[in-house]
């Protein structure tokens, strides 16, 4: 499963990717995650990704990001803010596995 | 309190992030963002013309003037890199050549200045027209540049290549007439009727650029930041849309100062807010962050472990969202007054010369004692004050997280001891 993850900047996203990354090995999962900054979304969202994660705090921009998104054919989401930190990444899974079944 | 939280929601943030998702701005805020790896480069030079430490500067001295040089052509003629970026931006954004439209911008900007003759040396424009003091100059002509490419491009202005004519090839013609448009309007304005358009740009934005220095300059946009913040919303990517414009010029200033051996003039160009008032992240949480660590309910104290880390680097995502900060009625307050507090302190201390004001851009995410040493030229008493800053939001934010934490506890979700698994 590839998960592409956005925020503004990148950074802070990396931290929800360790996350992630966390509990998918906790609970046996094959994934690839990777964040990216606002800027470089539109570019790297084509690159075949399965699922495209947008962060609570730029969820403002989630039409521009779904744009992108769209023409890739790959499905967006907002990250539920209460699994947006370094604790958070079942919450996150969670949510993916609701979109990709 | 959720009264408020949905007022903001209703009216603040609508506004306020459909203003900075404006098309143009938005194309403002990525061309500036992408100069920042180059105005960082460049202004580390000036450290190294004008170390702080006495004895290392007196041996530099002599070299200053070479030192610089990197600085001066790239700190120093900003608004030309932006200025391309911008356009490109701005170009992509209508689905047109991002290339041709940095091009088409960087003209019209040049454009905008006239070369004086040096009797033996050729021409030579003035470096000063090209620098950050310009950047609103370099925003409006990247502006009028991608304006008319676009005109000409849905108004089908553009010249036909017969079939098998390579692509790259035939996007260089479709900005042929553009430029045909934009080279000789600006001539004409600037050359010809003898239109000052740099003299006119300033005069007119000179204003905010006075009222970006004040305190109700600095107040204004601490409270938007912390504002959006605290409903979730990266309050400072908003802002800095529409401030990053006039903070640039206030930093041009101060580093043009810096560089000729003049006092620094202004006191709030980004710096300012990025090392004396988000300490930790916007909200000033780093000192939430450090009284975390002894909180009583575990939940918190894991969450204060995991966000360390990325507190001293000024990323605060994880307490926002974690503790949660957003939409929290009682952390909002030592959230929105913190800030308040330290920045009218910080901004009375640089005003009466007890702190240096602040000049360089060095990387966001150094921990804030250091990048406020560097950023004030090498000030210790910079340190202190970050310092001082941190105990007076860390002593605001105590009685609030203390009532939190009661809450959580009563409420059973104090969570067990988690952070013991690792």
Same mark, same amino acid.
């Given at each position: 499963m590839k998960l592409l993850l956005v925020c503004s900047g990148g950074m802070s996203s990396a931290i929800v990717v360790k996350a992630i990354e966390k509990e998918a090995v906790k609970t046996s999962l094959a994934v690839e995650v990777k964040s990216v900054a606002s800027g470089a979304f539109a570019d790297e969202v084509k690159n075949g990704w399965d699922i495209a994660l947008v962060a609570p705090q730029v969820r403002h921009r989630f039409d521009f990001f779904q744009e992108a998104a769209a023409e890739a054919n790959v499905p967006v989401i907002v990250i539920p803010p209460q699994g947006y930190n370094p604790l958070g990444g079942a919450i996150i899974l969670a949510e993916v596995k609701k979109v990709l079944g | 309190m959720h009264k408020f939280f949905e007022l903001l929601d209703k009216y603040l943030i609508p506004f306020m992030t459909r203003l900075s998702e404006q098309r143009h701005l938005r194309a403002v805020r990525d061309g500036i963002i992408s100069t920042i790896p180059l105005i960082i480069v460049g202004s580390f030079f000036l450290i190294l013309a004008f170390p702080p430490v006495p004895f290392l500067a007196a041996i530099v001295k002599p070299y200053a003037g070479q030192i610089l040089i990197p600085f001066r052509l790239t700190m120093g003629l900003m608004a030309l890199y932006a200025c391309h970026s911008i356009g490109y931006y701005l170009a992509k954004s209508y689905k047109l050549d991002g290339v041709s439209g940095g091009i088409l911008a960087m003209a019209a900007f040049v454009l905008t200045s006239v070369p004086v003759a040096y009797s033996d040396k050729g021409q030579a424009l003035l470096m000063e027209n090209l620098g950050g003091g310009s950047m609103f100059v370099a925003i409006l002509m990247?502006?009028?540049?991608?304006?008319?490419?676009?005109?000409?491009?849905?108004?089908?202005?553009?010249i036909k290549m017969p079939e098998g004519v390579p692509e790259s090839v035939a996007k260089s013609f479709e900005a042929l007439i553009p430029a045909a448009i934009i080279i000789p309007t600006i001539w004409v304005i600037r050359d010809f009727l003898g239109f000052?358009?740099?003299?006119?740009?300033?005069?007119?934005?000179?204003?905010?650029?006075?009222?970006?220095?004040?305190?109700?300059?600095?107040?204004?946009?601490?409270?938007?930041?912390?504002?959006?913040?605290?409903?979730?919303?990266?309050?400072?990517?908003?802002?800095? *849309?529409?401030?990053?414009?006039?903070?640039?010029?206030?930093?041009?200033?101060?580093?043009?100062?810096?560089?000729?051996?003049?006092?620094?003039?202004?006191?709030?160009?980004?710096?300012?807010?990025?090392?004396?008032?988000?300490? #930790? #992240?916007?909200?000033?949480?780093?000192?939430?962050?450090?009284?975390?660590?002894? *909180?009583?309910?575990?939940?918190?104290?894991?969450?204060?472990?995991?966000?360390?880390?990325?507190?001293?680097?000024?990323?605060?995502?994880?307490?926002?969202?974690?503790?949660?900060?957003?939409?929290?009625?009682?952390?909002?307050?030592?959230?929105?007054? #913190?800030?308040?507090?330290?920045?009218?302190?910080?901004?009375?201390?640089?005003?009466?010369?007890?702190? *240096?004001?602040?000049?360089?851009?060095?990387p966001w995410t150094l921990p804030a004692p250091i990048g406020a040493y560097l950023a004030t030229g090498g000030d210790w008493r910079a340190i202190l004050l970050v310092l001082v800053n941190i105990t007076i939001t860390a002593a605001l934010y105590y009685p609030f997280l203390k009532a939190y934490e009661r809450k959580l506890i009563r409420e059973g979700a104090a969570g067990e001891l988690e952070e013991e698994k690792k």
């Open positions: - | 990247a502006i009028f540049a991608v304006e008319v490419l676009r005109f000409a491009k849905s108004n089908k202005l553009t000052d358009i740099h003299h006119f740009v300033l005069q007119l934005f000179q204003p905010l650029v006075l009222a970006g220095n004040t305190l109700a300059g600095i107040l204004v946009p601490i409270i938007i930041i912390t504002l959006l913040w605290a409903t979730g919303i990266h309050g400072d990517s908003v802002v800095g *849309s529409v401030a990053r414009p006039i903070w640039l010029v206030l930093l041009d200033q101060n580093i043009a100062a810096a560089a000729a051996g003049q006092p620094i003039p202004n006191i709030a160009p980004e710096p300012f807010f990025q090392w004396f008032v988000w300490i #930790g #992240g916007s909200g000033a949480t780093l000192s939430l962050v450090l009284i975390m660590l002894f *909180s009583k309910a575990p939940y918190l104290k894991s969450m204060s472990k995991a966000s360390l880390l990325p507190g001293i680097c000024n990323i605060n995502e994880p307490v926002i969202f974690g503790v949660p900060v957003m939409l929290n009625p009682l952390l909002f307050v030592p959230f929105l007054f #913190g800030p308040i507090t330290i920045g009218i302190l910080t901004y009375f201390a640089m005003d009466m010369g007890l702190v *240096s004001k602040p000049y360089i851009l060095v």
